[in-house]
Nanobody
Framework: QVQLVESGGGLVQAGGSLRLSCAAS????????MAWYRQAPGKQREWVAA????????NSADSVKGRFTISRDNGKNTVYLQMNSLKPEDTAVYYC???????????????WGQGTQVTVSS
């Protein structure tokens, strides 16, 4: 079992930046790959970015590639999402997830945080 708590969301103008954090407690954090997902109003939850257990491998959705960076600090049991050049279409509730990485694909376990709202104004 792992518990996840996201923070760092807020209201930002287009072109601005935010850094989201997800703090984990419970099971050993470093045994899990981690990912960020987002869900906009009226849309399905979508995968944003993932990082391997040790942080050596990352991957991200084409819609955020070059703008968002996922990282982790296993000493602090925390995963981050640095979001730059934000666009109104990035507006969503952002969730972190614990899972596993295999063959450069991320597989989500049923461990989710409560989410943090990101709103980008035009």
């Amino acid at each position: 079992q792992v518990q996840l708590v996201e923070s760092g969301g807020g209201l930002v103008q287009a072109g601005g930046s935010l850094r989201l954090s997800c703090a984990a407690s419970g099971s050993a954090f470093s045994v899990y790959a981690m990912a960020w997902y987002r869900q906009a109003p009226g849309k399905q939850r979508e995968w944003v970015a993932a990082i391997s257990r040790g942080g050596g491998s990352t991957n991200s959705a084409d819609s955020v590639k070059g703008r968002f960076t996922i990282s982790r600090d296993n000493g602090k049991n925390t995963v981050y999402l640095q979001m730059n050049s934000l666009k109104p279409e990035d507006t969503a509730v952002y969730y972190c997830n614990a899972g596993r990485y295999a063959s450069n694909n991320y597989y989500a376990y049923d461990y989710w945080g409560q989410g943090t709202q990101v709103t980008v104004s035009s």
